[in-house]
């Protein structure tokens, strides 16, 4: 990993203020980050890493989130949808529970490397839905970005998709944990402007 892109990396994490031992997971978690998404792309032909650092950004600098082990689940949230090899590399660097969390992050089709099929999406909402707050506030970070980066994907399908899950289940899902903390309420507030954005522009 380049001197440039840990640099980066680490600034986006905020690591200045962390204790010593946090800032060498944190290095740690860059490193494992950037060998597991190098070389892959999203829909919109963009590096897959940019995703990840711009949810980092936006649990910090939008959620309020400071707490390091939240910021780094944020860094490495799509590793085993990615790479679902890459969890004995997480395991091994970051340690086993660090590796489940990501695990009860990431669908089922995903981690089992086979095509979505029927019942997927049902069984991912549970899964979803029954994450403990810290997990759960990462995936409506992970979303949030996802509905702001849809105006660079040219997949018609997709944005739509990405709209009525946003209206169907990540908007009430987040309205029902958002007395949770602070940063759930947050997070619902910016998932909801979202969907006045998103209703504005299909209204004629």
């Known amino acids: 990993?380049?001197?440039?892109?840990?640099?980066?990396?680490?600034?986006?994490?905020?690591?200045?203020?962390?204790?010593?031992?946090?800032?060498?997971?944190?290095?740690?978690?860059?490193e494992v980050a950037f060998t597991i998404y190098t070389g892959h792309t999203r829909d919109q032909g963009t590096p897959y890493f940019q995703h990840p650092l711009a949810v980092v950004a936006i649990l910090r600098h939008e959620l309020g989130v400071t707490q390091p082990e939240t910021l780094l689940l944020g860094l490495l949230h799509d590793a085993l949808e990615v790479d679902p090899s890459a969890e004995a590399l997480v395991s091994?660097?970051?340690?086993?529970?660090?590796?489940?969390?990501?695990?009860?992050?990431?669908?089922?089709?995903?981690?089992?490397?086979?095509?979505?099929?029927?019942?997927?999406?049902?069984?991912?909402?549970?899964?979803?839905?029954?994450?403990?707050?810290?997990?759960?506030?990462?995936?409506?970070?992970?979303?949030?970005?996802?509905?702001?980066?849809?105006?660079?994907?040219?997949?018609?399908?997709?944005r739509r998709k990405f709209v009525r899950n946003l209206t169907d289940f990540h908007l009430p899902l987040a309205d029902a944990a958002r007395r949770l903390s602070p940063h759930l309420e947050a997070a619902h507030t910016l998932l909801n402007a979202e969907y006045v954005h998103h209703q504005q522009e299909v209204s004629p």
């Open 92 to 158: 091994h660097q970051l340690g086993t529970p660090f590796a489940e969390r990501l695990r009860a992050m990431t669908p089922e089709h995903r981690l089992e490397q086979r095509p979505k099929a029927p019942g997927d999406e049902t069984r991912w909402r549970m899964k979803t839905a029954a994450l403990p707050a810290e997990e759960l506030l990462v995936r409506l970070a992970d979303r949030i970005h996802n509905l702001r980066d849809l105006a660079a994907s040219q997949n018609q399908e997709r």
């Open 1 to 30: 990993m380049a001197t440039t892109d840990l640099s980066h990396t680490l600034t986006t994490l905020g690591t200045t203020a962390w204790p010593a031992r946090e800032r060498a997971r944190a290095r740690v978690a860059a």
